[in-house]
Nanobody
């Protein structure tokens, strides 16, 4: 049971990247809350996008709202984070996370609410 994140890299300000998170050993479809977090140098890890267990409406941090989009492809057992109009402030290591515990609310945004993590993929945005 693991998550494998990829798609990071170096991009110029205003550019786009799409991150992928492939799940293996279990299926993402309809069972778990899924999120993307990021951690910039010398900062706490923060949640930026979430998909609830039931699908449908997604949640975004204000800092990425309107620029990032989280989606799930059940056929590929993969979650994506499309990132557009990137700025140097988006430079960070990005992590996908899954909550496999019992769900009580629609969205979970705290780091300790997720128990399965990908290894992280680094995004660097140059000015």
């Amino acid at each position: 049971v693991q998550l494998q994140a990829s798609g990071g890299g170096l991009v110029q300000s205003g550019g786009s990247l799409r991150l992928s998170c492939v799940a293996s050993g279990f299926t993402l479809d309809g069972y778990y809350n899924i999120a993307w977090f990021r951690q910039a140098p010398d900062k706490e890890r923060e949640s930026i996008a979430c998909i609830p267990r039931s699908g449908g409406t997604t949640w975004y941090a204000d800092s990425v709202k309107g620029r990032f989009a989280i989606t799930r492809d059940n056929a590929k057992n993969t979650v994506y984070l499309q990132m557009n109009n990137l700025t140097p402030e988006d430079t960070a290591v990005y992590y996908c996370a899954v909550r496999t515990r019992v769900t009580y609310v629609r969205f979970y945004t705290r780091r300790d609410e997720y128990n399965l993590w990908g290894q992280g993929t680094e995004v660097t945005v140059s000015s």
